[in-house]
């Protein structure tokens, strides 16, 4: 079993939509979370930690359920512009652990 | 502030030629880390830093080399080139590897096809 696991899609979303993605990860001990955008041949950049509680920044909503080793993310009011690949990201032991992304592809 | 610089954006190498990616961050990070990322796979770490005279192997270590000298520089060695070794080669950079506030500045990349 992969440590971090994320769907591939490509999810196609029509602008102005809501999407939404999983991501679970085999370590329970793992200790904090993240999400990174990686845009077309571009290098990746960190969009938002995960928080316990949950949290939001803006249209983006980060959930986190250590219980069942998953977490999510939510994008509302979908964008042209968040066309990309999101990497859900796991600290373990002070060391990244990356999923392989999932791609968006958001519709006019 | 440049952040973290790159250099070559493109190779080609030959199999069995040598070459070193080089990676320079002007933030002052102490951390520096080496990740390749071959298509729909996720970020592999090669070799990462923990400071000046300071290097530890990843997850990938087999057929590179690293140092670091310096607090800014990170260079990354290939000896022997394989075919295996095609892929993007990003360089990082973070200011602490604390659980919570660990985020990473990565370069733009190198993509490497040996051929």
């Known amino acids: 079993r992969k440590e971090v696991e994320q769907d591939p899609g490509p999810f196609n979303v029509p602008e102005g939509a809501t999407v939404a993605f999983n991501c679970t990860y085999s370590?329970?001990?793992?200790?904090?979370f993240f999400w990174y955008r990686q845009d077309c041949r571009k290098e990746p950049k960190l969009l938002m930690s995960?928080?316990?509680?949950?949290n939001e920044d803006g249209r983006f909503t980060a959930q986190l359920n250590r219980a069942s080793q998953y977490i999510s993310l939510l994008i509302r009011d979908s964008k042209l512009s968040d066309s990309a690949t999101y990497l859900c990201?796991?600290?373990?032991?002070?060391?990244?652990?990356w999923g392989a992304g999932t791609k968006l592809i958001i519709k006019p | 502030n440049a952040g973290v610089t790159q250099t070559p954006k493109f190779r080609i190498l030959k199999i069995g030629q040598s070459m070193t990616l080089q990676c320079t961050q002007d933030?002052?990070?102490?951390?520096m880390y080496w990740y390749r990322q071959d298509p729909g796979m996720g970020l592999k770490l090669i070799y990462y830093?923990?400071?000046?005279?300071?290097?530890d192997k990843g997850e990938v270590p087999n057929g590179y080399n690293v140092s670091r000298s310096t607090t800014e520089d990170f260079p990354l060695r290939l000896e022997l080139a394989a075919p295996s070794q095609t892929s993007v080669y990003f360089c990082?950079?973070?200011?602490?590897?604390?659980?919570?506030?660990?985020?990473?500045?990565f370069g733009p990349g190198t993509r490497l096809t040996v051929l």
């Open positions: 990082a950079s973070s200011y602490t590897t604390s659980a919570e506030y660990n985020e990473q500045f």
């Open positions: 933030m002052n990070h102490n951390y």
């Open positions: 830093s923990v400071g000046a005279g300071i290097t």
């Open positions: 370590n329970s001990a793992s200790q904090s």
């Open positions: 995960v928080y316990s509680s949950g």
């Open positions: 990201v796991v600290n373990m032991n002070y060391q990244l652990i």
